[in-house]
C-alpha cells in the first residue's frame, strides 16, 4: 500500500503536470475530486487542510491550482511524525495545529 505522504507528493506533482498541461480543464477537474478524496480519507472531511482545499477549489484556474498545491504541501510535511505530545496536533514547527473548522466554517453552521 502506498504511504500517505507518498500519495500526496504524487497529487502534488499531477498538480504541476495539469499547470504544465496549459491547464487542461477536464486534467483539473479529476485532479481536484481525486485530491479531495485523498485529504478526506487520510484527514478527514472537517480537518482544516481538507476545508480550505473545498473551499479554494471552488474556482478552476491556474492561481486555484497553485493553491491547492499548496494545501497539498502542507498536509505532506504535516504527517511528517513531529516530536510533540501524542494528545496535541502539532505541525512540523511544533506550533499546535488549528482546530478543525477554525479558519473555514461549514456553510449551515
Request: net charge negative.
Amino acid at each position: 500500500m502506498i504511504s500517505p505522504e507518498r500519495q500526496i507528493d504524487a497529487l502534488i506533482e499531477a498538480g504541476w503536470h495539469v499547470l504544465e498541461s496549459d491547464f487542461d480543464e477536464t486534467a483539473f477537474r479529476y485532479w481536484r475530486m481525486t485530491a479531495c478524496e485523498c485529504l478526506e480519507t487520510l484527514l478527514g472531511p472537517d480537518h482544516t487542510y481538507t476545508e480550505y482545499f473545498r473551499y479554494k477549489m471552488r474556482q478552476s484556474d491556474a492561481t486555484t491550482l497553485l493553491s491547492g498545491v499548496g494545501v497539498l504541501t502542507a498536509a505532506s510535511l504535516s504527517a511528517m511524525p513531529s516530536n510533540g505530545s501524542a494528545d496535541a496536533p502539532e505541525n512540523r514547527n511544533g506550533k499546535a495545529s488549528p482546530e478543525p473548522g477554525a479558519i473555514f466554517p461549514q456553510e449551515g453552521r
